[in-house]
């Protein structure tokens, strides 16, 4: 079982910790059989931006290191057996380009799948746009504008989330994307304890 937990920000892991922390007193303390879950395998998304790949796995050790015991063999994309499996994927926009965010890798998705519209979003924000408007401070915040825009012809009044999401940028979109294609490879070679693989 996979679910998503949203850690307010790269900075922000006491929330996530007392979750996990409160994950694993359920798994241990609770009779056997008696609680469905017996292992779990944790997988941190992020976004480079700025600061790029490695000070992102940087920051992350940092953090989170605390908790999970030495994480200083993480790597991008792939997994890291400590106390449990820890997995980090750190959207930038290629290997020789390591900052940038998942928008860097949307933004094309969505051009290719609707030319025209995005066309009119990507002048409708860059034309009206204010020096001291949000949507010019940052890279990321523009192509989150111009998606959204892009994708009111079908999901009028929805936020980015519902445009990309089930029903909204085409299937075709991710089953061509190459990041698509390397974060469900990295999602699934999740190294649980019953798999054939490890066994």
């Excluded at 106390?83 to 380009?97: A, D, L, M, Q, R």
């Amino acid at each position: 079982m996979f679910f998503m937990v949203r850690a307010l920000g790269k900075e922000q892991s006491g929330p996530v910790v007392e979750l996990l922390q409160s994950l694993e007193v359920t798994i241990t303390d609770e009779p056997a059989g008696t609680f469905d879950v017996t292992e779990y395998a944790v997988a941190f998304l992020f976004d480079a931006n700025t600061a790029g790949l490695e000070s992102t796995l940087e920051g992350f050790r940092g953090l989170y290191g605390v908790h999970f015991g030495d994480l200083s063999n993480l790597q991008h994309g792939v997994w890291a057996e400590t106390t449990i499996p820890v997995g980090c994927f750190v959207f930038h926009k290629s290997t020789t380009e390591t900052t940038g965010t998942i928008e860097d890798h949307l933004a094309p998705m969505v051009q290719r799948a609707w030319p025209e519209r995005y066309g009119g979003a990507e002048r409708f924000v860059d034309d009206n746009r204010a020096t001291d408007d949000a949507v010019s401070g940052k890279a990321a915040e523009r192509l989150k504008a111009i998606i959204t825009a892009a994708g009111q012809f079908n999901h009028p009044g929805d936020p980015m989330s519902i445009v990309i999401g089930r029903h909204g940028l085409p299937q075709a979109e991710f089953e061509t994307s190459p990041v698509s294609a390397e974060l469900a490879g990295f999602l699934l070679k999740a190294p649980w304890s019953d798999a054939p693989e490890r066994a």
